[in-house]
């Protein structure tokens, strides 16, 4: 099975579908990004762009031992980064900065070492992290 990302004009990810691998075959049989994208501009009502994705990548690993693909299975609350061809988080505070080696956002401030014993969320306001 293949997924594709549906993508609107800024980049934000709409939803992800699944269609058949037989539905990305080029003329000579070998898979086709371009095929995929064609396939769902066609077949599924949108007039968006078409971006493939990987359900096995996660944080630039591919889970299976295979070659990642655009950092991360995209949800609906990310954004496709067309320079990076990369699907990445939305930035969730504007303390928060953007790492390029991880393609994640990180707080200013470590998240705690203690996690396990607590829950803790981020507070913009003093930028660290408060135990529930």
Known sequence: MAHFAEIDK???VL???VIGDDDCLDENG???ENVGKAFC???IDSTNDWVQCSYNTQRGVHIQGGTPFRWHYPTTNMVYDSTRDAFIGRQPFPSW???ESTYEWEPPDPFPDDFKTGNYLWDEETKTWVKE
């Open 10 to 12: 800024e980049g934000n």
């Open 15 to 17: 939803r992800v579908v």
């Open 30 to 32: 070998d898979e086709s």
């Open 41 to 43: 501009a066609e077949h």
């Open 97 to 99: 900065t953007f790492n």
